[in-house]
């Protein structure tokens, strides 16, 4: 890592452990986490549900915490790229884009592997919820594990359109490490893990 980068990292983890921390013990009634000492060392895919922008500061703050200063966030390229103040804050922070088309946000994310950095990820491909999507097996494929992550609360603290945030419990379970099989189709792939994010009959949290 050459010195720059590593500037990079120490400023962007104290960014998470520092502003984002505070604001979260400010916002968040209490977040309860279950799981989180168990995910693996090394790279992992992180695979979470997402209806809020909340969810990625308080899993980024959750990784800080636990010493796992590792993980970049997927973002999407539309709405954190789209100019140039707010993607060099998206970059500072960790977040990489994912374009929701094609397969530059599979190569990204499977590169970021490679160099032994985590990637977290969320299926569903935007905060409107719906099922997931087919790209993550092809992330993991001959890669990494992949850790189901199910937040429920962050929807209350700042639901889409919604500016301010506003108190609420939030909870966060990670789930045991998943596998792409060598024959599974990424379809086949995307619904268990699907399963094992929502449980046995998927629902999600209302807006």
């Known amino acids: 890592m050459r010195a720059r980068d590593r500037l990079v990292f120490r400023l962007r983890t104290l960014w ?9 013990k400010m916002v968040c009634r209490r977040i309860e986490v279950t799981g989180l000492g168990s ?22 703050l959750l990784f ?18 789209r100019a140039r103040m707010l993607s060099g804050f998206a970059r500072f922070i960790g977040v990489f884009p ?3 088309h094609g397969e530059e946000g599979v190569r990204r994310s499977r590169a970021a592997l490679a160099a032994g950095w985590s990637v977290l990820i969320y299926p569903q491909g935007t905060r409107d919820g719906g099922p997931f999507r087919a790209g993550v097996a092809r992330v993991a494929r001959e890669t990494a594990p ?3 992550v ?3 609360g962050t929807t209350k603290v700042l639901p889409k359109g919604r500016r ?10 990670f789930g045991h490490p998943l596998a792409v099989a060598p024959t599974e189709p990424d379809s086949a792939f995307a619904r268990r893990l699907e399963c094992a994010v929502f449980g046995p009959a998927p629902h999600r949290e209302p807006a």
């Not at 995910?39 to 980024?60: C, E, K, R, W, Y």
């Open 150 to 152: 199910h937040i429920t």
């Open 164 to 173: 301010v945030p506003r108190r609420s419990p939030i909870t966060v379970r």
């Open 98 to 100: 994912f374009p929701k």
């Open 64 to 81: 800080a915490g636990a010493g796992r200063d590792d993980v970049l966030t997927a973002g999407a390229a539309d709405y954190f790229f």
């Open 146 to 148: 992949v850790v189901p």
């Open 16 to 24: 998470w452990k520092g502003a984002w921390g505070l604001a979260t």
């Open 39 to 60: 995910v693996p060392d090394g790279p992992v895919v992180f695979a979470a549900n997402h209806g809020s922008h909340a969810d990625t500061v308080v899993l980024q």
